[in-house]
């Protein structure tokens, strides 16, 4: 618990939400009821790892989770960018995929709603990452070719 109270705000909002997001994505996204009349009826339904964007939806908020919870234990992972940048674009290629996926399908429930709800947290906890560690412009300096980033100053051979 000490190292859950150790991340910044917008870390543990994102573990927490990211956690909750996938435990969704398990559950029934779309539901269609049917009605066979004297003989019964019932309904039949699917988690949001159905088709395209219910894939890549899933397999993103894995990878997120697993990169908050190695942040979580300490795990240093050599990437050329910040562990903010990398969460806060998970964060929103997530969110993204949670918004097509509810407007592209027919018949989405209550779940698939609180998975979206739950992807907007991720991009609120994602903000407050990028807020606590410098704001936009700490980010902007990592990404070659941004206008406000850092350029590699060339030196002459001497």
């Not at 049917?34 to 964007?53: K, T």
């Not at 894939?55 to 894995?62: S, W």
């Not at 240093?76 to 990398?86: C, V």
């Amino acid at each position: 618990m000490d190292r859950f109270n150790a991340l910044g705000r917008g870390l543990q909002i994102m573990l927490v939400a990211g956690a909750l997001l996938l435990i969704d994505t398990f559950l029934r996204w779309q539901e269609v009821e049917f009605d066979l009349g004297p003989i019964g009826g019932g309904s039949v339904g699917q988690s949001a790892w159905n088709g395209f964007w219910g894939v890549v939806l899933g397999l993103l908020t894995v990878v997120l989770v697993a990169w908050l919870v190695a942040r979580l234990l300490g795990v240093s992972i050599p990437l050329p960018f910040s562990p903010t940048l990398i969460a806060a674009v998970l964060a929103a290629l997530i969110f993204l995929f949670a918004l097509i996926k509810n407007l592209d399908d027919d018949y989405s429930t209550f779940w698939a709603w609180v998975g979206l709800a739950l992807s907007v947290a991720l991009l609120a906890g994602a903000w407050l990452q990028i807020q606590a560690s410098g704001g936009m412009e700490a980010l902007k300096s990592e990404l070659p070719g941004m206008p406000g980033a850092s350029a590699p100053v060339a030196t002459a051979p001497a």
